[in-house]
């Protein structure tokens, strides 16, 4: 198990350094000159120049790869060319919001996806099953905007009930942080409890039809240990696997959730920094994004093993 | 600027609002947080490296300048005691600084501060200042509080330049002990102190102790929040989360005016959009002008047809619903200084004209354009509405949605036909003018050179009679608008939506939001 971990963060530190040089490449290559998009309406060509020269952009692009490496293994992620704060400081301001917002959508996720889809399995055929369906369709078909902006109207403008945006640290008020956390969560997470619903759904079908099932029942077990112990417990490897390929794009989801709720997240601050060239930032998230989905990715793969101790990958055994 | 211009359609049983209206002066209460929604998180809160507008409405709560606008759009005094004293050879420029002022972090202010601030916005690397203020050759402390200013040449557009960030005066004790990351702890002079900014989220402003005229603030704190969505910015208006809405588009403010919790605030503004033309741009700006091979740039009949088959008013009906004004002529009608071109007497519509020039300068009809326009919906729908009014004067319209900052590097290096070119607009006429219509000018994409506009420009700058200014801008105009490099379209009002409980907010025609005298209703 250990040596099989091992592994996987050395392919996961291999994976971490390529992406930092197609990342680095990739925002280069980006038409926009980033001093212009700082400069704006007054740029002159002496203002340009100093930008330029502060940030580094007239070195050559090997200069500045080796040069933002280098303070990034150290910790430093550079300035915002924008606001002047230190990048390390945005992320470590972004990334609670957008964890939270991750953790509170996943939870919503599981809690209704499995139990709908659970719920659908041993429903076949009922009106329970029909709903879970239709709902599971209607949470994957509406647009997460739409969606954000009809909750806003219904539950912070005609009934009051949570707020339409901003963020407060849960430890500073605990219920204004739900307050504002609870309408993006369910937009965020109510596509992911489709998906979660419709393959324990499949996974449980497959599951209550299977022999050992069939061999649990004839034991005289009862019909919750049935369900819960032997027909659950195998689909849910399944549902693990959605769940973590999932999670990446509940983070690259967050990015339109976040602009409607105005949560100072990952994805806010992604944009923001591509609008305005804020080539510093920008790689600074989309590193520590690449970083969240190979930790993920590797998470899973344990977690994979510890469900199932059959499964074992990358020549573990 | 006229405070009372018509604009019936803005009444409304829910806001009461009719024409311009800058202010609310119900009295308020002490005490609260004014949560201002603005529509983009602004750059670095330096006064000498800042760049956008946003920037400016949130120092208009922290940083005081030397000089400011009032509601009519006249220079006042603000942290100088009177407007300055300018030698008859127009080289020297004196003033004093009041007595009583104390930055934010409680050192005084004087006109050794007032120096070194100057200074730095004239010299330092990257000074988004050093533009408007390269006429200084110097600047010395006189007294205690007394300042004098050498300048190369005349310079009469100074005291607007020192109305804005060029004149604000920074704690020097601050500026030594932060450096670069001064940003990041601005100290001027201003109702309110910074106390904290979170990047895309918030700046969180507080009432200042040491502000000279403390007894009349009334809030405790003011949060700026970037909100860039218009219509998200409403929700929140209307769910009370955000007190004050800055920069509100039309459709929205219409959504808006339905609400009888919210009341709505609006000024012209000083700045304009319209299409800029690449009559000469080859080598990119501040390059020599060179020879443009297209029907456009080649002839200005061709020009002149182009803005003969553009209607302006059906813009500003369709695309703004009638809420903004058309525009033609690089200064607003409402300048105090320089009156420009009036809506009503724009050019209008005349297709049968615009075929006989097309026809008279010989081109082969339709004559093919590609217009780049910014990739917002308002100019998405007024490239769908010149594409389809040139087309019946026989011009084939393309139009190429560009991102801004891949606008900016294409236009800026001369790759490009025609595209939507805007200003947010000056107070003195000089800053909607030189830059952009000047030879090699900073901000001329256009690669128009002119020298009998290049000699008016620098008349301008030099006249210190207002009316004979008010003539040499009125024939810079006329110049323009024969030139055709940019045909102007219309100007943006702005438009602030607030709460009903909200009173004191001033929107002025420089489109800052002054919170100063803001607070709740009582």
Not at chain 1, 215 to 236: C, F, P, Q, Y
Not at chain 1, 263 to 278: E, N, Q, S, W, Y
């Amino acid at each position: 198990m250990a040596s099989y971990v091992l592994t996987r963060v050395r392919q996961s530190v291999v994976t971490l350094f390529l992406v930092s040089i197609v990342v680095f490449a990739g925002i280069r290559a980006l038409p926009g000159d980033p001093a212009l998009a700082l400069a704006g309406e007054e740029r002159s060509p002496e203002a340009l120049a100093a930008i330029r020269s502060e940030y580094g952009l007239d070195d050559n692009i090997v200069v500045q790869y080796g040069r933002f490496i280098g303070h990034a293994l150290q910790g430093d992620l550079g300035t915002s060319s924008r606001t002047g704060l230190p990048v390390s400081d945005a992320i470590a301001q972004a990334l609670p919001v957008t964890l939270e917002l991750a953790a509170l959508s996943l939870l919503l996720a599981v809690v209704l996806g499995i139990g709908a889809g659970v719920v659908a399995a041993v429903r076949r055929g009922r009106p329970a099953e029909w709903i879970a369906n239709a709902l599971a369709l209607l949470g994957l078909s509406v647009p997460t905007f739409w969606l954000g902006i009809v909750l806003v109207l219904a539950f912070a403008i005609a009934v009051p009930v949570f707020a339409a945006s901003g963020f407060v640290p849960f430890g500073t008020d605990p219920l204004d942080n739900l307050r504002r956390m609870v309408l993006p969560s369910i937009v965020l997470g109510s596509g992911l409890a489709a998906v979660v619903m419709r393959q324990t759904r499949a996974a449980m079908l497959d599951s209550l039809s299977a022999d050992y099932v069939r061999t649990a029942r004839a034991k005289g077990l009862s019909r919750r240990e049935v369900i819960g112990g032997h027909a659950l417990r195998n689909s849910l490897v399944t549902v693990v696997t959605v769940l973590g390929l999932q999670l990446g794009h509940l983070i690259s989801g967050a990015v339109v959730t976040e602009q409607i709720f105005v949560l100072p997240g990952f994805g806010k601050l992604t944009i923001d920094a591509v609008f305005t060239r804020d080539y510093a930032t920008l790689q600074g998230v989309v590193l520590c994004t690449s970083f969240a989905y190979i930790f993920i990715n590797l998470l899973v793969d344990v977690a994979y093993s510890v469900i199932d101790p059959r499964i074992r990958l990358g020549g573990a055994r | 600027m006229s405070t009372t211009a018509g604009c019936g359609s803005l009444q409304s049983s829910a806001t009461e609002v009719g024409g311009e209206r800058m202010t609310d002066d119900r009295p308020v209460r002490d005490g609260g947080t004014l949560t201002v929604a603005l529509n983009a998180d602004p750059d670095k809160l330096d006064p000498t490296l800042a760049q956008t507008l946003v920037g400016r409405t949130v120092f208009a709560g922290m940083c005081e300048k030397l000089y400011d606008v009032d509601a009519q759009g006249k220079v006042v005094p603000q942290l100088a005691t009177a407007l300055p004293k300018v030698s008859a050879d127009g080289r020297t420029v004196t003033f004093d600084v009041r007595r009583d002022a104390e930055f934010s972090d409680g050192t005084k202010l004087d006109a050794a501060a007032v120096v070194t601030s100057l200074l730095r916005h004239r010299d330092l690397a990257g000074s988004a200042r050093a533009t408007e203020l390269a006429p200084l050759k110097a600047v010395e402390a006189t007294g205690t509080y007394g300042v004098k200013l050498t300048l190369k040449q005349p310079y009469v557009p100074l005291t607007a330049v020192l109305a804005d960030r060029s004149g604000m005066v920074m704690s020097p004790t601050a500026l030594k002990k932060y450096g670069k990351d001064f940003t990041n702890h601005p100290s001027c002079v201003g109702p309110f102190r910074f106390v904290e900014r979170v990047g895309g989220d918030r700046i969180v402003l507080a009432k200042d102790t040491h502000y000279y005229d403390a007894d009349t603030v009334h809030l405790d704190k003011v949060v700026y929040n970037p909100i860039p969505d218009g219509s998200v910015r409403l929700a929140n208006l209307r769910s009370g989360d955000i007190q004050v809405g800055d920069q509100m588009v039309p459709v929205d403010v219409k959504s808006a005016l339905t609400d009888s919790k919210l009341q709505l605030f609006n000024s012209p503004s000083l700045g304009y959009q319209g299409i800029g033309i690449n009559v000469g741009n080859v080598k990119g700006l501040g390059q020599a002008p060179g020879r443009v091979d297209t029907p456009l740039a080649r002839d200005a009949r061709v020009r002149e047809a182009f803005e003969l088959s553009i209607d302006r008013d059906l813009i500003n009906k369709v695309v703004f619903q009638g809420m903004y004004e058309p525009a033609c002529g690089p200064v607003s009608p409402e300048s105090a200084l320089a009156p420009g071109v009036r809506a009503s007497r724009c050019p209008k519509r005349d297709v049968a004209r615009a075929k006989r020039l097309l026809k008279d300068a010989g081109v082969k009809t339709p004559v093919h354009i590609e217009l780049k326009t910014s990739t917002t919906p308002e100019w998405s729908r007024i490239g769908q509405v010149v594409q389809a009014m040139a087309k019946d004067a026989g011009f084939a319209v393309t139009l190429r949605p560009t991102e801004y900052a891949t606008m900016l590097e294409e236009t800026d290096d001369g790759h490009y036909e025609a595209f939507n070119s805007g200003w947010s607009g000056r107070l003195d006429p000089d800053g909607n003018i030189a830059s952009f219509l000047r030879t090699k000018g900073a901000m001329n994409a256009y690669g128009l050179s002119d020298a009998k506009i290049d000699a008016l420009i620098e008349r301008g700058r030099a006249e210190a009679d207002p009316a004979e200014r008010a003539k040499i801008y009125a024939e810079l105009t006329r110049r323009a608008n024969e030139a055709r490099a940019l045909i102007y379209l219309y100007r943006q009002k702005n438009y602030v939506v607030a709460g009903k409980d909200v009173a004191g907010v001033r929107v002025y025609g420089d489109g800052l939001i002054r919170v100063k005298d803001a607070g709740y209703a009582k």
